[in-house]
């Protein structure tokens, strides 16, 4: 058992024992906004803009976590110190924060404390997720479309981060049944690329950028990070509504999302982009994200994945 800590509803408790209600609405109806934000030497990347997203999935959720943002930000600070004792100095971190509006009120005789809304966060060593990303900064991933489609916004919006992610599930399932690794981009029901499970996507053409236009998908932190980016390195940058089609003229195609920045993907239904391997305007991009955050993320996790396999052992032995 490790001797992480979580902040559950108030206090600091050991992370085995942070234990959702199986009556919270969270498990009821997947009603609960999360954000996950890394750290990149430590310190956290963009928390204030996870935390203005989380704010804002919580007002179209009406939800009251009863936290202000400022409040919610000093206790992510302290959960995130108060864990880093547990592992090496040099160890990055997963940041994440669940938020329901707590049990449903019919269960509430069961709750002597009253119905209060769920809040955690919890931190967890980056090491498992990017020792086992590792291998594919280098091999780039295979993107397919999965039956799946995305939902529209006019239905259910993707501007906020819920649990209610079955659509993704789908898309996951879909994509692993068209062969190993492939990872699904899920189109809108106008048949234009939406977004990943996980993910905001790119297409490279002519030397211009271009990305889904922010409708049907989730703003991306790092969305928003490689369009500034982008910008400050003169690459033209668009959004718009992009198909399949352009998706198999595209010279590059990349994913980008919080855990690895940014990947390359090598094929497209089947199809590969360019050469197969990163274009120049991704490496463009990836060496600008590095200097960004001040580390090679890729260099990390290369070491991560050679380091896991000990570091997995070291955990089953007990606490560090
Ligand atoms: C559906 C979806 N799209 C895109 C992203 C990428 O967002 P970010 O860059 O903020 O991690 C995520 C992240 O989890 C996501 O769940």
Same mark, same amino acid.
Request: charged residues 20%.
């Given at each position: ?10 206090? #600091? ?27 990149? &030497? ?149 048949? #234009? ?5 996980g993910w905001n996507i790119f297409l490279v053409t002519n030397g211009e950028l271009l990305t889904p236009e922010p409708r049907n998908i989730l703003l991306g932190v790092s969305r928003a990070t490689t369009i500034e980016l982008a910008r400050e390195l003169d690459i033209p940058?668009?959004?718009? &509504? ?11 195609? #990349? ?26 305007? #991704? ?7 590095? &200097? ?24 089953? &032995?007990?606490?560090?």
């Amino acid at each position: 058992m490790s001797s992480r800590v979580v902040y559950f509803n108030g206090r #600091f408790v050991p992370e085995a024992e942070a234990r959702v209600s199986i009556f919270d609405s969270a498990l009821m109806y997947g009603d609960m906004a999360f954000e996950m934000t890394r750290t990149y &030497n430590r310190r956290p990347f963009k928390l204030r803009e996870h935390l203005d997203r989380l704010y804002a999935s919580l007002r179209l959720l009406e939800i009251d976590c009863g936290l202000t943002i400022d409040e919610m930000e000093r206790i992510t600070l302290e959960t995130l110190e108060r864990n880093r004792p547990t592992e090496s100095a040099d160890m990055d971190w997963q940041i994440m924060h669940d938020v329901s509006r707590g049990p449903l009120d019919v269960y509430r005789t069961a709750f002597a404390e009253g119905i209060r809304p769920t809040v955690s966060i919890n931190c967890w060593p980056l090491i498992t997720h990017m020792g086992g990303f590792a291998p594919k900064y280098a091999s780039g991933v295979h993107l397919v479309i999965p039956a799946q489609q995305a939902l529209p916004a006019h239905l259910v919006d993707a501007k906020a981060k819920t649990r209610s992610r079955l659509q993704y599930q789908m898309a996951l399932l879909q994509a692993a049944r068209m062969g190993a690794g492939r990872w699904p981009v899920l189109l809108d029901p106008d048949g #234009f690329l939406a977004e990943g499970p996980g993910w905001n996507i790119f297409l490279v053409t002519n030397g211009e950028l271009l990305t889904p236009e922010p409708r049907n998908i989730l703003l991306g932190v790092s969305r928003a990070t490689t369009i500034e980016l982008a910008r400050e390195l003169d690459i033209p940058v668009r959004e718009t &509504n992009l198909g399949r089609y352009e998706a198999l003229q595209a010279d590059e195609i #990349f994913c980008t999302a919080t855990t690895y920045a940014l990947v390359h993907a090598t094929t497209f239904e089947g199809q590969m982009i360019g050469h197969g391997g990163p274009g120049p305007i #991704f490496q463009r991009l990836l060496e600008a994200w590095k &200097n960004r955050v001040g580390i090679d993320f890729v260099a990390q996790a290369g070491h991560y994945a050679e380091h896991l396999p000990a570091w997995e052992e070291a955990q089953a &032995n007990g606490p560090n």
